[in-house]
């Protein structure tokens, strides 16, 4: 291995500034968590157990899928309302050379005379796949109509909803949607939750004609506390738009 030849002063001077940039990324996290940002909440978001994950996450009907790839082997654990299923997958490298595979033949140009022949490779590479990943939580799976992914590495790059199952496509069996963690879902679905702002100010531009004004009866619709800034702006009409009729004759 490479082993630069630096001075000790020089050392010193680079620990210096390596804990000067470990501190500064500390307090940028902690301004974060205090500021309360929409961005807070998902990345420092709380670890969920499972009863936490399987009483406010899931319904019935629904399943979360999670995937950790390593080196000699690699999990997937699928997660019910009924309960929790761990099984072992091949290591890391046999997955990622499957899925290469996989994307490789979907990214090929196909013609009108070579699309059969390519669609029944894409399909065939698509059921081995769907071998390795999925079908040893076959039995977990069988109540469900809507699966959460949970992919991790090369996994967040294949379409889940073209793996074949038989003769069948996974999109034809399950409803699929994707996040990074059961937990980020769990802060973005709180988020969701949270009552949005009940004051709305629209503008719109319902005369066409060049130069036309806001009419009367369209500022009639603006709320007081806006008028002086409508009457004293110029609002020229909607670019590209066409004369049709406004219903304000």
Same mark, same amino acid.
């Given at each position: 291995? *490479?082993k ?8 010193a001077?680079l620990? !210096? ?8 990324v ?5 301004? &974060?968590?205090?500021?309360?940002? !929409?961005?807070s ?10 009863? $936490?994950?399987?009483?406010?996450l899931?319904k ?9 790839l390593?080196?000699?082997?690699s #999990?997937?654990?699928?997660? /019910?309302?009924?309960?929790?299923? /761990?099984?072992? &997958? ?12 996989y $994307?490789?033949?979907?990214s !090929?140009?196909? /013609?009108a005379?070579?699309? @059969? ?18 079908a040893? &939580? ?18 967040? #790059? &294949?379409? *889940?909803?073209?793996?074949?199952? @038989? ?7 399950? +409803?699929?949607s994707y996040?990074p963690?059961?937990?980020t879902?769990g802060?973005? !679905?709180?988020?969701?939750r ?8 629209? *503008? ?5 004609? /060049? ?7 369209a ?7 806006f $008028?002086? +800034?409508?009457?004293?702006s ?12 406004t219903?304000?004759?």
């Amino acid at each position: 291995m *490479f082993k630069p030849n630096i001075a000790a002063a020089r050392k010193a001077e680079l620990n !210096r500034e390596l804990s000067d940039a470990e501190k500064e990324v500390d307090l940028f996290d902690l301004r &974060l968590r205090a500021e309360g940002s !929409r961005y807070s909440p998902v990345v420092y978001a709380d670890t969920w157990d499972l009863q $936490r994950i399987r009483r406010e996450l899931l319904k019935p009907g629904t399943a979360l899928v999670e995937y950790a790839l390593g080196g000699a082997q690699s #999990y997937a654990w699928a997660v /019910t309302t009924e309960g929790l299923t /761990t099984v072992v &997958l091949p290591g890391r490298k046999d997955i990622e050379k499957q899925i290469e595979a996989y $994307r490789d033949e979907l990214s !090929r140009r196909v /013609t009108a005379l070579t699309a @059969g022949p390519a669609t029944t490779r894409v399909d065939l590479l698509g059921k081995q796949i769907y071998q390795t990943l999925v079908a040893p &939580l076959d039995k977990a799976l069988a109540g469900s109509s809507a699966l959460i992914v949970v992919p991790d590495g090369v996994l967040a #790059y &294949l379409p *889940f909803e073209a793996l074949v199952d @038989g003769e069948k496509r996974m999109i034809e069996r399950f +409803d699929i949607s994707y996040t990074p963690s059961a937990s980020t879902l769990g802060a973005l !679905r709180a988020r969701q939750r949270t009552p949005a702002p009940k004051m709305l100010v629209a *503008f719109a531009d319902p005369v066409y004609g /060049t130069g036309a004004a806001v009419p009367d009866v369209a500022r009639a619709f603006v709320p007081s506390v806006f $008028r002086n +800034d409508v009457a004293a702006s110029n609002f020229a009409p909607l670019p590209l738009s066409t004369s049709v009729g406004t219903g304000l004759e």
